[in-house]
């Protein structure tokens, strides 16, 4: 059993590619075969795999997400009550409680059994910058 806790900066909402720093940690941590679990230690942002070849698809998707829980103050979200933190908080527990907070990952032959356009992205619902922490896992 190997883990370790990876930081991700994110510069204000979308997807946050850390593919690298995950495929580093599996060779480093010289595991042939294995399970990953990622698990991010925040509320107001979530994980996913998808693609990463096109750039289009994580515009669309963060663009799709805003439009799905738009902010506090938007027109019609006036229900939400938890408005401390600013309009883009409640909005982000809401993405994140709809998305996932972990991520299961093969390891085959050293490295993470992602298919060919796959990437492993932070999704960071809120604005502004933030440091992420995402606990890494391998289990044999």
């Known amino acids: 059993m190997t883990q370790t806790t990876l930081t991700i900066r994110t ?19 010289g595991a042939d075969e294995a399970l990953l ?3 991010v230690q925040h509320t107001s942002c979530s994980l996913c795999i998808q693609e990463n070849a096109d750039p289009d698809v994580r515009r669309d998707l963060d663009a799709f997400f805003r439009r799905l829980v738009p902010p506090s103050d938007a027109p019609g979200m006036e229900w939400i009550a938890h408005t401390a ?12 409680a709809l998305t996932a907070v972990s991520l299961s990952i093969p390891v085959a032959a050293g490295r993470p059994a992602l298919g060919t356009w796959q990437g492993i992205y932070l999704f960071e619902h809120r604005h502004g910058s933030h440091q992420r922490r995402v606990v890494a896992h391998l289990t044999p």
Do not use: Q
């Open 11 to 29: 510069r204000g909402p979308g997807l946050h590619e850390f593919t690298d720093e995950v495929c580093r940690f599996v060779r480093d941590a």
């Open 37 to 39: 679990t990622l698990f």
């Open 85 to 96: 933190e600013g309009p883009d908080d409640m909005p982000a527990h809401i993405k994140a």
